[in-house]
């Protein structure tokens, strides 16, 4: 409950005070091994003809926290979706610059987006489990995946890793649907895990969610950075603030009648809400944006 | 209390005239509905009650006696086993390939190109049936005697089914064909209707567990949509049980039941359209109401058994899912002038 005024706007009292901000130091993660997995240079994301995100340059550490932040439509969601191809049923869509994934070029021709997806897991906005029982939403991906060995223990350790399991364990049979919004965000992020991926992609995954069923989810990804890489996008500054070992903020540059999204600053989120070298996130992580 | 009194004497605005065609809007509307269902009751009253002559001698022993000989003799079995057999024919042809053009065009490929292959889909659904028909006779016919039926009698000849080929190309199987192409526009349609209401989350989250196509599509799209399949096939089936004219013209209209697919038969709806004519003994006039009461009853359960898949399976969706949209199907199948 302690979250919940967090979850709030962020608001000219904190113009005021901007130091206040609770923020997750790097330092405390000692399973961070500096190890890059994701490597993006100069990418530049085309919507057919349009420009979308410019210019993007950075590199996500394994077993970290990744924050993505900024104002709707500066691109942050774009690049989240592109580390996984989840964009590539856009039409139009056309991503140029390097995009490696553990030194792997994500968009090399003859690399099969199904694989990647394998790899690296991704949770929506909006919590989207299968019209199917519990039990069949989380086995459902292991099961095509030819993983149907033990497949109960394999539900059970992925709803206990998405702290679900007390709550569903009774219930597993019925239907997924029946959940509130907050547990089938975490069903979701079962779903994920439950193929053991190296990654997890999180868009907005409480941007739906009441500020209980946030800092639940937000628990969870402390748990979850023990064992995957991730990155989460945000339009909560807070939740950056209060999960993220590293932030980048995004934004968006207006020149010429166009709108296209930039990376502005990305750097430890300490660093990035406390001491920002950029006047354009200092404005913005100070409430004085827009 | 002044307020309220106060409002009765409030100065109208407007004038009696305004009043009046609130009354008039419901009056019509009203009659319109009232004469909708006077039409449907007095049908129903007028084929029932000339069907009782003929129920009242050969009562429910009708269903299952197979020989009409037009003058004398009147039993229902063959027509009744004819209509089920190519309706069935019909429905197992034109489901696979009726919900495969509604997956292409909703979720593999291009919406330009569902844009110019959908509306020709829907455009066979209104080719007129006797068209049809006529296609049936002169070219599919043929087709039929010469290669088709001879085929698969060489091949599958040791099932019943699959006896000697017919001699004029025109017979059941022929007719289970031309209803196919009539059933498959609506299964098409509304299938695709179906899966197009299938929320992209859904499918972007079958996606980014690494799923490939096929089975994102097996397992959300088809498993999501199964109800609502079901329904578009009974719809589609609905057509076929009905179809009169185009049934008539390539069946080789005979009164016999037999196994092979490949013989003459009739059918509920062709004997409807071949027999009723005006100088008709009294007991074959009332043994052809007797007929349609049968079909009545078919398409009535049918539709029932339409509307009640979809009731049933429709799921609480938390997320205003999938199953919402099914309930459309009945209007999908009215925009496409399905006959019910």
């Not at chain 1, 709803?159 to 019925?174: C, H, N, P």
Request: aromatic share 6%; with cysteine; charged share 15%.
């Amino acid at each position: 409950m302690d979250e919940s005024p967090a979850e709030v706007d962020v608001t000219m009292s904190q113009v005021a005070a901007p130091l206040a901000i609770e923020v997750q130091e790097a330092s405390e993660n000692d399973a961070a091994t500096g190890e890059v997995v994701f490597d993006l240079h100069d990418v530049n994301v085309y919507y057919g003809q349009a420009l979308a995100v410019a210019g993007v340059s950075l590199e996500i550490y394994k077993n970290h926290i990744t924050a993505m932040i900024g104002p709707s439509g500066c691109g942050k969601s774009t690049i989240v979706r592109s580390l996984n191809r989840m964009n590539d049923s856009v039409s139009g869509f056309r991503l140029t610059g390097e995009c490696t994934y553990h030194g792997n070029d994500l968009y090399a021709s003859g690399v099969d987006p199904v694989e990647v997806r394998r790899r690296i897991g991704m949770v929506f906005q909006r919590p989207n489990p299968f019209p199917k029982s519990i039990y069949d939403n989380i086995a459902w991906a292991p099961r095509i995946l030819g993983l149907k060995e033990n497949l109960d223990e394999r539900v059970e350790k992925a709803l206990r890793g998405a702290a679900i399991w007390d709550e569903v364990k009774d219930r597993l049979k019925t239907s997924a649907l029946g959940l509130s919004g907050g547990q089938q965000q975490r069903l979701c992020i079962a779903r994920s895990i439950a193929i053991e991926p190296d990654v997890l992609l999180l868009d907005e995954p409480c941007s739906s969610l009441d500020p209980i069923s946030t800092a639940s989810v937000e628990d969870l990804m402390q748990e979850l950075k023990r064992d995957y890489t991730i990155v989460i996008v945000t339009h909560n500054m807070q939740q950056a603030a209060r999960v993220a070992e590293r932030t980048a903020f995004f934004s968006l540059d207006v020149s010429e009648g166009r709108r296209t999204g930039i990376l502005v600053e990305y750097d430890e989120t300490s660093k990035l809400f406390t001491r920002p070298t950029d006047k354009r996130t200092e404005d913005y992580v100070t409430g004085r944006f827009g | 209390m002044n307020s309220i009194a106060g409002t009765a004497r409030l100065p109208s605005s407007r004038r009696f005239t305004d009043r009046v065609g609130d009354r008039v809007l419901f009056g019509l509307t009203a009659l319109a509905s009232l004469i909708a269902v006077v039409v449907i009751a007095l049908v129903i009253y007028q084929i029932v009650h000339g069907a009782v002559p003929a129920m009242s001698k050969y009562g429910v022993g009708f269903l299952f006696h197979d020989t009409w000989n037009g003058s004398t003799i009147f039993g229902g079995g063959a027509t009744i086993f004819g209509t089920l057999v190519t309706s069935a024919g019909a429905l197992l042809i034109a489901a696979p390939l009726g919900i495969a053009i509604g997956l292409y065009l909703s979720q593999l490929t291009s919406p330009r190109t569902a844009a110019v292959i959908g509306p020709l889909v829907e455009l066979l659904a209104a080719v007129p049936s006797v068209i049809i028909g006529l296609w049936g006779i002169v070219v599919l016919a043929p087709i039929m005697r010469s290669t088709i039926e001879p085929a698969l009698h060489n091949v599958l000849g040791f099932i019943p089914l699959f006896g000697s080929p017919s001699l004029s190309g025109s017979g059941i199987f022929t007719a289970i064909v031309i209803l196919a192409i009539m059933a498959l526009p609506i299964i098409a349609a509304i299938t695709r209707d179906l899966f197009l209401t299938v929320p992209s989350e859904l499918k972007d989250g079958a996606l980014a567990l690494g799923a490939t196509r096929w089975e994102m599509v097996r397992g959300v799209v088809l498993g999501s949509m199964r109800p609502g399949i079901a329904s578009a096939c009974i719809l589609g089936a609905a057509r076929a049980l009905g179809e009169a004219i185009a049934v008539l013209q390539v069946i080789g209209f005979v009164f016999q039941a037999h196994a092979n697919l490949f013989d003459n038969g009739s059918t509920l709806a062709a004997t409807l359209a071949n027999d009723a004519t005006s100088n008709n003994t009294t007991l074959e006039t009332a043994s052809v109401f007797y007929l349609g009461v049968i079909l009545l009853g078919i398409e009535l359960l049918v539709n029932l058994a339409a509307q009640a898949i979809v009731r049933h399976y429709r799921l609480p969706s938390a997320t205003g899912g999938p199953t919402q949209k099914i309930v459309d199907v009945s209007a999908a199948a009215t925009a496409l002038d399905v006959e019910m």
